[in-house]
């Protein structure tokens, strides 16, 4: 089926690991980004790419890094795990950065817990 | 800054009758705002995408306004079910600066809808 595909779902990790969540659209979208959802603070934006070979920081970049070598892939990689990124992160595409009429089209969510 | 707010965290009202949910944005005039529905453990999916220049938009049960002057979205759903119970989340794009734009959305609204 077409959509947003993230692995893992689940993730423990202890603090300074380093670990890659992966995030796969088969859409061909040309907008990808990452957000995070936390409790009493509702999603909020970490990175986004227009396209292949361009990516942004958003809201909250502290501690992440994201590239985008093809249009169907967009890892977000945390380079030292902290308890601070305990969240449940969400991977999101569109046509466009607007989203035209069909919105963004999010993944099923990877939660991670760092210890 | 740009913000987004959605006016209630809970919202219970009876099977059959019409829920109104509320967002308001401010020190911004968003030219889109988008609504989501959000289950429990699962990614946010998207239901409408309403344009400043379109003052109301329908889909089956669903309604959504858009006061520009008021800086405000209404987002009904008429006849509730229990099916409808969920969290919605309203969001716009806003710019954050170097020609970017981003996805900001409020904290949602769990509604739920009593047999």
């Known amino acids: 089926n077409a959509g947003v595909t993230q692995t893992p779902k689940f993730q423990v990790l202890k603090t300074g690991q380093s670990m890659t969540l992966q995030c796969a659209q088969d859409m061909n979208h040309e907008y990808m980004s990452w957000y995070r959802q936390d409790p009493g603070m509702g999603l909020r934006l970490i990175h986004y790419s227009v396209g292949a070979g361009i990516t942004d920081q958003g809201e909250v970049p502290n501690g992440y890094n994201v590239s985008r070598s093809t249009t169907e892939d967009f890892p977000l990689r945390l380079l030292s795990a902290a308890p601070s990124q305990t969240s449940v992160y969400f991977c999101a595409s569109s046509f466009g950065l607007m989203g035209s009429d069909y919105g963004y089209t999010f993944g099923s969510g990877t939660r991670l817990t760092v210890v | 800054s740009q913000k987004i707010e959605q006016n209630s965290e809970a919202l219970n009202i009876q099977e059959g009758k019409t829920a109104t949910l509320t967002c308001n944005y401010t020190n911004y005039s968003p030219a889109y705002l988008q609504w989501y529905r959000q289950d429990p453990g699962r990614g946010p999916v998207f239901l409408l995408l309403?344009?400043?220049?379109?003052k109301e938009k329908r889909k089956e049960r669903l309604k959504v306004t858009f006061d520009t002057t008021l800086k405000q979205s209404l987002f009904h759903i008429t006849a509730s079910q229990p099916a409808d119970s969920a969290t919605y989340l309203c969001?716009?794009?806003?710019?954050?600066?170097?020609?970017?734009?981003?996805?900001?959305f409020g904290k949602g609204t769990k509604l739920s809808v009593i047999p």
């Open positions: 969001a716009f794009h806003s710019y954050s600066g170097a020609g970017s734009y981003q996805l900001t």
């Open positions: 309403i344009r400043e220049n379109e």
